[in-house]
């Protein structure tokens, strides 16, 4: 080979080995990310600084409800709202969509999943709803986010799955029985179990915890993980509407879960949307789209106070510090007790969740 050539090569293969490796400040630095339809039904995947200027928006191919985003990479995946049957893989950085899930058959989605805390895997609360029976399936995301397939989620209507610090997950299972042929009808209220399962990747159960008794019917849906690792999640009464009922709970594995009580607690409508904690404060913030609250908790569990905000819907911890609300008029920053608004332009009408970058 002659001199020229060699260093030629040389040269090519320093500058393929140095190509730099996609981040989220290639995609706009958002601090957020959240689907959100625009005034004219279009529907989005939207990054949010926490200054409420929005960094990208990203077409989606129905409303969304939560999204998921890789550990490593500027990746994320828009889930449809329950009964879903797609779930989108978008390059936050190139705005284009990747790859598409479908659900396979005799399956659709909840709206919600979670990577692995490698990132080598994507994990999605479905329906098994012939059986019925909720499961995990399972996806390869080296491999085109080919299907390998499915674990079970430890109870019926699995809705939100996280990883946890140790690398093992929950899933929020909320008990609730529907089929696809029936819409959103739920079929076995009377009977209904709901619980909190912990598992490993490989679906081995490690722990289970259900309400019973009188609470069989305060469905578990969306969670969130404390300062100290332990779960906080947010519930939805199934039951008589005129019984006041507590709508948060809190778990430690290996003890029972923990009603936390608030005096305001009716102002969510028996229907409480996305929970988070504040990682400095541990202050607990749950919202109330369809009551137009949110009910803030101490980080000892104790009440605190409720606030106002219209169609507030989404939570998620703030890299500036408390936490941020999704609600009509754009953002809330609620920092040391105090809720600041921050407008975001474009009439944004934001899905369930918030999720922190």
Same mark, same amino acid.
Request: charged share 15%; no cysteine.
């Given at each position: 080979m002659k001199r020229r050539d060699f260093f030629g090569r040389m040269a090519a293969g320093i500058g393929t080995a140095a190509l730099p490796v996609p981040v989220w400040a290639d995609a706009g630095a958002p601090d957020f990310v959240s689907a959100g339809n625009k005034p004219d039904n279009s529907t989005w995947l939207v990054g949010l600084s926490d200054t409420g200027h929005v960094r990208f928006e990203i077409p989606i191919p129905g409303r969304g409800h939560a999204a998921a985003l890789h550990p490593e990479r500027p990746e994320a995946v828009a889930f449809a709202r329950r009964p879903g049957r797609f779930a989108v893989i978008i390059d936050c950085a190139k705005g284009r969509e990747v790859a598409r899930l479908d659900s396979p058959e005799g399956r659709h989605f909840y709206g919600h999943g979670a990577y692995s805390a490698d990132g080598t895997l994507l994990f999605t609360t479905e329906n098994d709803y012939d059986a019925p029976a909720g499961v995990l399936g399972i996806w390869d995301t080296k491999?085109? #986010?080919?299907?390998?397939?499915?674990?079970?989620?430890?109870?019926?209507?699995?809705?939100?799955?996280?990883? %946890?610090?140790?690398?093992? %997950?929950?899933?929020?299972?909320?008990?609730?029985?529907?089929?696809?042929?029936?819409?959103?009808?739920?079929?076995? %209220?009377?009977?209904?179990?709901?619980?909190?399962t #912990? %598992?490993?990747?490989?679906?081995v159960i490690t722990e289970t915890v259900a309400l019973t008794g009188k609470m069989h019917q305060n469905s578990i849906r969306h969670i969130a993980v404390d300062r100290g690792g332990h779960v906080v999640a947010a519930l939805q009464w199934q039951g008589a509407p005129t019984m006041k009922v507590a709508l948060v709970l809190t778990h430690t594995r290996g003890a029972d879960p923990h009603l936390l009580s608030h005096p305001d607690e009716e102002l969510l409508k028996n229907y409480a949307g996305s929970i988070a904690t504040c990682a400095d404060s541990g202050e607990i913030a749950v919202t109330g789209p369809k009551g137009g609250h949110v009910l803030f908790f101490n980080g000892d569990g104790t009440p605190n106070r409720s606030a106002p905000h219209s169609t507030a819907a989404g939570v998620a911890r703030s890299k500036s510090g408390g936490l941020m609300i999704t609600c009509d008029v754009g953002l809330v920053h609620r920092h040391h007790g105090t809720d600041r608004l921050i407008p975001v332009a474009g009439e944004w009408a934001w899905d369930n969740h918030l999720v922190a970058v």
């Open positions: 491999n085109g #986010y080919a299907r390998l397939g499915e674990i079970s989620s430890g109870g019926i209507g699995p809705h939100e799955v996280l990883t %946890l610090p140790d690398g093992g %997950l929950v899933v929020a299972n909320g008990g609730i029985q529907t089929h696809p042929d029936m819409g959103r009808a739920k079929l076995n %209220l009377p009977d209904m179990r709901t619980n909190l #912990y %598992l490993e990747t490989n679906g």
